[in-house]
């Protein structure tokens, strides 16, 4: 009786087994489906504002669109001072951020301190990543427009975008360390190294993968930004460029460009933007994919590099 | 300068006196070692985890350093310039040039073969390609892997299996001719092959140098050592002669923890 009474309750136990299994695993389907949802959907719309971008400005994708200056006659129109002044902006940017952002990010993870000052430094850090950017514009009209007396020049616009992209790059930086395992780091100091010679040869040679993605991602976020360079008085319309940084006499580089006005990508759209003329939406339309073009040429370039770099070093 | 022998008429290399260790949340995982490292010996230490063993191991180069809020007291004794490694006087880089270590689990660098040996002599500021090229073979065929590597000394080292990265990060410590090798539990994270691999060429290295391994393996320890010391609860319970140990131990302790009756 008593084996009798085993089995059935074993096969009842294992149907039991079975129906719970299937609902966990409809659990599984119905997260999955969900995250598709989110994402299709997201991606959907992102795909069709680019698109309809690109429809509506089609007609203005010629050489001449990249090599006219802004005119007051919108066929003619094009963006040469844009995109000229938002690369010299970028450079000025790359050439403060990159060096600074790195250099605290070594330095806050492997140099200071921990302790009350540390942990200041690092919630004002993280806290700067996510200062809404007009912030910072008016930061700099005080700060480098009047104080220093820089005035509304593409040298003021890269640093304030520089401002802007610090945190991004130190906080990428940190977290690119961190993810060094601490059997490395006690491997370079158990045959003798020196604290710097462990950063020179082991930190910043493994961690630049991760330190690159986050400039890139920085830049891609500065070449956007809108608010904080018209905060600063960028001009909206603007019909000549700034001199050129490359000259055929010596000695070669001239830095008068530093203090030139400017206008960049997004300042150039909203202007036209604004216009009521329809010809000049066009324009704009052809500008803003020109920006998204550039923002996913950069990050499709830091995901490659991520990638390449997670390839050959794993830990 | 004294040299300090034992009764065997072996010299001692280092010693450790009296030595307490404090990590930085005050707990104290070391009580009053007294233990010496015998020259061109293998000296075990076994015991349960969490004894102390690893961090009486790593005391001898001043790896504790890297981390603040650790603190030694007593002392460790270098023969035969009588130098107390633990002083604060004494630079634990200076410790670590003439101390290397070997680790748990095989940490190479994320570079080329060559490089990783290289590493130690470039931070001492060697740059000489012909020396660089020939200490990096003595120190390959010191750790049995020349054979193996010598036509791919430009591939990344992780490329290479378990037991040969372990032997590649025993050529690198081997480099810069230290005078005392630590291992820290070697072979825990390797299969039975190239155990014996590398316990072989422990036996091989003694002559050269003195030998302190931490290790979770008895048999290894009964293999290899000529000395083991049995520590328990940051306490050493028991040192002498590895054979005295596993046969005939004096102190009931240990023998507990040998017959495998405790721990």
């Known amino acids: 009786m008593a084996v009798n009474q085993k089995k059935p309750s074993a096969l009842k136990d294992l149907n039991l087994i079975r129906t719970m299994i299937r609902q966990h695993k409809r659990n599984d389907l119905i997260f999955a489906g969900l995250g598709m949802f989110v994402i299709a959907s997201l991606t959907i719309t992102l795909i069709i504002l680019f698109l309809d971008l690109v429809l509506d400005g089609y007609p203005k994708f010629t050489l001449d669109f990249f090599s006219n200056f802004p005119s007051r006659r919108a066929a003619r129109a094009g963006i040469l001072s844009a995109w000229v002044g938002s690369s010299l902006v970028l450079i000025v940017t790359f050439i403060v951020a990159v060096p600074l952002g790195i250099a605290a990010g070594i330095y806050l993870e492997e140099y200071s301190k921990k302790g009350w000052l540390s942990d200041i430094i690092e919630i004002n850090v993280s806290n700067l990543a996510g200062v809404p950017s007009i912030i910072y514009g008016l930061l700099a009209l005080g700060l480098f427009v009047y104080s220093f007396g820089l005035g509304q020049s593409i040298l003021t616009a890269g640093l304030t975008l520089a401002l802007l992209m610090l945190p991004i790059v130190i906080v990428s930086t940190r977290e690119a360390i961190r993810a060094i395992p601490v059997q490395i780091r006690e491997a370079a100091y158990a045959v003798g190294a020196t604290k710097w010679q462990v950063v020179l040869n082991h930190v910043v040679q493994y961690s630049y993968g991760g330190i690159l993605t986050g400039v890139i991602i920085g830049m891609a976020r500065a070449i956007g930004e809108t608010a904080p360079l018209i905060t600063i008085g960028a001009l909206t319309f603007i019909a000549f460029l700034p001199p050129s940084p490359v000259t055929i006499d010596p000695p070669f580089i001239n830095l008068d460009w530093l203090n030139a006005g400017f206008t960049v990508l997004p300042i150039q759209m909203f202007n036209w933007i604004s216009r009521p003329q329809h010809a000049f939406h066009i324009n704009a339309a052809a500008t803003g994919a020109v920006i998204i073009i550039l923002t996913v040429l950069m990050n499709g370039v830091a995901i490659k590099l991520r990638y390449n770099i997670r390839k050959k070093i794993k830990w | ?263």
């Open chain 2, 1 to 263: 300068m004294v040299t300090e022998k034992n009764k065997h008429n072996e010299i001692v290399k280092a010693e450790s006196k009296n030595l307490n260790f404090f990590y930085a949340d005050g707990t104290q995982a070391l009580k009053k070692i007294n233990l010496p490292v015998y020259e061109n010996k293998i000296t075990a230490l076994i015991g349960p985890s969490g004894c102390g063993k690893s961090t009486f191991l790593r005391s001898f180069n001043r790896m504790h350093d890297l981390y603040p809020g650790n603190k030694y007291e007593g002392e460790i004794i270098l023969y035969p310039d009588n130098t107390n490694i633990l002083d604060k006087k004494v630079d634990p880089i200076e410790v670590r040039m003439r101390i290397s270590m070997v680790f748990q689990k095989p940490n190479p660098f994320p570079k080329s073969i060559f490089e990783n040996v290289a590493y130690g002599l470039r931070v001492r500021g060697e740059n000489n390609k012909r020396i660089l090229d020939d200490k990096v073979e003595e120190a390959l065929k010191g750790a049995s892997l020349w054979n193996e590597v010598k036509d791919r000394l430009q591939d990344l080292a992780f490329n290479l299996s378990g037991g040969q990265q372990q032997r590649l990060c025993i050529a690198r410590a081997l480099a810069t001719e230290p005078e005392i090798m630590l291992f820290d539990e070697p072979t825990s994270a390797l299969d039975p092959i190239a155990t014996v691999n590398i316990e072989e060429l422990m036996s091989e290295l003694k002559k050269k140098l003195s030998i302190l391994i931490v290790t979770h393996n008895m048999q290894q320890a009964a293999r290899i050592s000529d000395y083991t010391a049995y520590m328990y609860l940051g306490e050493l319970v028991e040192h002498d002669d590895t054979n005295k140990i596993f046969t005939n131990p004096s102190k009931k302790e240990t023998e507990d923890y040998i017959t495998g009756k405790f721990g």
